[in-house]
């Protein structure tokens, strides 16, 4: 202690100002304490100077806290110290602080032009225009306002808050405007969406002899973006290489030149000008990743941010994960997504808010539902946009229950909700079992007042059908349809169309084209000619595509491959030829709809053919679909080699795959094989759950059928409409009779689905086998479908197995009026004639069948020869 008094005794009291001055540019918190405590020593912090200078140390160490405590041990504060602990407040980003602050200077009337400059850039920071409005009173009652740089501040903060008039009017009154005051308008006039207003106050800074900066062109080259101004950005681009603002010197205008290029496919050109900086920030980087991501270079955008990390001196910063987060959640990139959140925590950037919500929303879209939800109970804070993409993410990944739940939950939460809520949760409701919760929420959208949105009411439409209630949606439609939209009459025409109500899509489709002027699209069409296919109306399909052709909609893609669709579903595979190869842009699923066009029409060679030209890389679909194709055939050589390429391509964790293969395996007699394949699945869908319940059934092992269906149901599979038919029919195989009735009671009560025609046909099946014909009979009266010719077809074949004759012609007169063009019902209750020894009417009706010239297509049955 002695050796440190007698080294402060020495120092002079003027050195220690200078040293308290000097370490104000290093940030060293160490050093701060041990200048503050020399301060101390020497009683320099008496001299105002030499306090402010240490508060303002302290400040760019980023211990704003020791600068305000310093500030509270000065007693008399000038307008400097003020202004000195304001600016601290501001570049630590603590604005309520340094709002405190300034409404403090003010009543104290301890404040200068300088002051109002860093207080209004606090209020649009803050978004507080009221408060900006009182200091610019303030301004004009302290007569500031001849000073240029607080009218520069006033008038971009009234442009920062939204009130693009008040920045005008203030620019308007301005008598010297320097560079400072146009560049406030014209990136104001950007913030606020009027890019036309900015290019026009550029062209009055030229004409008024201000020469335009790295600022000006930079918020030019952005406007000419905006607008889709290639031109005139390519001018802008040259006027800076004359003004010298090139990549080598001026980051800003590259900066903004990367995503104009990008943005009008100029990719090469993007590139050219990323190269030629010699100093990239991070900025630049986005800017580059992002281009490459707007132009479908997904593997030039990883490969741009790996380059980044590898530079060392640039880190990506949220803007760069909240570029690649969508790339990762639009192509199902999980593994990268994974990878990307791994970084975020390892950078300590797992608090930022819009990064959690970004991720939440990726591992929705990738169908990760687990990992989303952790990340959600993870996050220490969360906000409305959270809730938001939690409750959609539920609500399209098919967890209906979960959307509706934390809906519920986030009413409780914070007792409000936006659109984005309601558009959320809405499509949650998708069953009848929902309709419910789904007039709730009709009820709720009509008390927020978001029924005069029409994305809200085409929700409300497609959720209706989705629920099956047509009433309400039609309704609506009735309602709203004078002020419909194309995207909300596709919402009522798409939703029948995807839930089988093909009939009432087109009844919409032609009540939009006559009670409105509104112009139909490719979706639109797509749904429609999709519709006529399901409904087997070939002639009103060809009036759709010969609307198509007339309002130039048949280029598009998806409806050439909706017509493909179509025609292989009425048989007109000569017209799906015709509109393939008239296709010019065919993709994948262009070549996928033509094989299975061919597949349904039995031309199972020519299906094979066109797989073997193909020109991509075949997918699931495809695979699924040429495997079916080899079953037709019987070529189970070609069946093996394609099970051999699903491996090879890790197709083998595919559900329409592995449907397929068992499929495949069961119907040419390899029960144990397609069993293996069923088993070593990693994932099995409800999908390949029915196929191998049909390959048991097929193959009489009804019991392991019925096994391996609650088998399913103890996996957490729902059963579905599928599901019933193929475990009715196994049952059906082996007369099962009593388990079968018992599954097909259950059906609707346990497991929610509706039994439909196919259901009811498996039951008459069922019951008419087992020799139960009246009780098959008496069914088919009691469920009143008594105009469903496969009903009594199922009876009459089980008439005609059982031999009751009388039944049987019973059975075949109504088929005879329902489907007079059918002769296999004429060729059954003739055999049961034959088997009955009634010649005379066995031969009588053989020659009702040729007078009407009725023919019963030949069968056929295949050998593989190794020739495939």
């Not at 806290?65 to 500030?71: E, N, R, V």
């Not at 109500?501 to 112009?519: A, C, G, K």
């Not at 893609?557 to 296709?583: D, P, W």
């Not at 060729?827 to 009706?845: D, H, K, P, Q, T």
């Amino acid at each position: 202690m002695p050796k440190r008094r007698e080294c402060f005794e020495i120092r002079h009291y003027y050195d220690v100002l200078d040293l308290i001055k000097l370490s104000t540019t290093k940030l060293d918190i160490v050093a701060a304490f041990a200048v503050h405590s020399l301060a101390i020593k020497a009683g320099v912090l008496a001299h105002l100077p030499s306090s402010t200078s240490l508060l303002i140390k302290y400040s760019r160490a980023g211990y704003v806290g020791y600068s305000m405590t310093l500030s509270d041990e000065i007693v008399y504060k000038d307008v400097v110290v003020w202004n000195a602990m304001l600016t601290a407040t501001v570049e630590n980003h603590c604005y309520v602080d340094s709002m405190k602050l300034f409404v403090e200077m003010i009543k104290g009337n301890e404040f200068d032009s300088a002051s109002l400059v860093i207080g209004v850039s606090v209020i649009s920071r803050s978004n507080k225009i009221s408060q900006g409005r009182e200091v610019h009173c303030l301004s004009v009652k302290a007569g500031m306002m001849l000073d240029t740089f607080f009218c520069n501040a006033l008038i971009n903060m009234y442009a920062k808050c939204g009130d693009l008039g008040s920045s005008e009017s203030l620019f308007e009154r301005l008598e010297c405007r320097d560079a400072v005051s146009w560049n406030s308008m014209i990136c104001g006039c950007l913030y606020n969406d009027e890019p036309v207003k900015s290019l026009l106050y550029f062209k009055e800074m030229s004409c008024s002899g201000v020469l335009a900066d790295n600022v000006s062109l930079s918020s030019a080259v952005a406007a000419c973006t905006h607008l889709g101004e290639w031109d005139a950005g390519q001018v802008f681009h040259g006027l800076g290489v004359k003004l010298g603002f090139d990549g080598s010197t001026h980051i800003s205008v590259s900066n903004s030149l990367i995503p104009f290029y990008s943005g009008c496919g100029e990719i090469n050109v993007t590139h050219n000008v990323f190269r030629r900086l010699m100093c990239k920030d991070v900025v630049t980087w986005n800017a580059m990743i992002d281009g490459f991501a707007t132009n479908g270079m997904i593997i030039e955008a990883f490969d741009c941010l790996y380059e980044m990390q590898s530079t060392g001196h640039v880190h990506p910063d949220t803007v760069t994960i909240l570029t690649i987060l969508p790339l990762c959640a639009e192509l199902n990139l999980s593994r990268e997504g994974k990878t990307i959140h791994a970084f975020t925590l390892k950078r300590a950037m797992g608090l930022d808010l819009s990064i959690m919500n970004s991720l939440i929303d990726m591992y929705m879209k990738c169908n990760r539902v687990k990992d989303s939800e952790q990340s959600f109970q993870a996050m220490p804070e969360t906000d409305l946009v959270t809730w938001n993409t939690m409750i959609s993410g539920y609500s399209h990944s098919g967890h209906s229950r979960e959307a509706q739940a934390l809906f519920k939950k986030l009413l409780h939460w914070c007792s409000r909700c936006s659109m984005s809520t309601m558009l959320g949760v809405t499509p949650s409701c998708n069953s009848p079992a929902s309709l419910d919760f789904g007039k709730l929420l009709h009820g709720w959208l009509i008390k927020l007042g978001f029924l005069n949105n029409m994305r809200v009411v085409s929700s409300l439409m497609f959720m209706y059908i989705n629920c099956g209630d047509l009433k309400t949606c039609f309704s609506l439609v009735w309602r709203y349809y004078a002020i419909m939209d194309t995207a909300c009459w596709n919402a009522v025409i798409v939703g029948c169309t995807q839930n089988g109500y093909y009939l009432d899509s087109l009844r919409t489709f032609n009540l939009m084209r006559r009670e409105t002027q509104v112009s139909h699209d490719s979706i639109t069409l797509v749904s429609v000619i999709s519709a006529c296919g399901n409904l087997e109306l070939l002639l009103e399909g060809q009036r759709s595509h010969g609307l198509a052709v007339k309002t130039l909609v048949d280029a598009d893609i998806r409806v050439q491959n909706a017509l493909i669709t179509m025609y292989g579903k009425l048989g007109e595979v000569h017209s799906a030829h015709l509109v393939f190869n008239f296709c010019n842009n065919r993709n994948l699923c262009s070549w996928n709809c033509m094989i299975s066009a061919l597949s349904q029409n039995n031309d199972a060679k020519e299906a094979l053919a066109l797989f073997r030209s193909l020109d991509f890389e075949p997918n699931e679909i495809t695979i699924a679909t040429i495997i079916s194709v080899c079953t037709q055939l019987g070529v189970a050589g070609f069946g093996k080699q394609i099970h051999g390429y699903v491996f090879r391509f890790q197709f083998h964790t595919n559900s329409f795959v592995i449907a397929a293969l068992v499929d495949s395996y069961s119907n040419s007699g390899r029960l144990e094989r397609a069993a293996t394949v069923f088993r070593h699945s990693s994932e099995k869908s409800v999908a390949a759950w029915n196929s191998m319940m049909s390959a048991y059934g097929f193959h009489s092992k009804g019991q392991d059928a019925i096994k391996l269906f609650h088998e399913m149901i103890l996996s957490g599979n729902r059963p579905n409409k599928s599901t019933f038919i193929s475990l009715l029919s196994s049952c059906s195989h082996v007369g099962l009779v009593d388990e079968g009735i018992w599954h097909y009671d259950r059906m609707a009560v346990e497991y929610g689905v509706q039994p439909t025609i196919e259901h009811h046909v498996c039951l008459v099946d069922l019951l008419g086998k087992s020799g139960r014909l009246c009780n098959a009979y008496e069914f088919i009266k009691q469920i009143q479908c008594e105009r469903e010719p496969g009903l009594w077809g199922a009876l009459l074949s089980a008439c005609n197995y059982h031999g009751d004759v009388e039944m049987g012609r019973k059975v075949a007169d109504i088929l005879f009026e329902l489907d007079p063009g059918n002769t296999g019902y004429y060729i059954s209750l003739s055999n049961m004639y034959v088997a009955a020894g009634r010649w005379g009417e066995a031969v009588e009706l053989r020659s009702l069948i040729q007078d009407k010239r009725l023919k019963k297509p030949a069968g056929y049955s295949l050998l593989d020869v190794g020739l495939g």
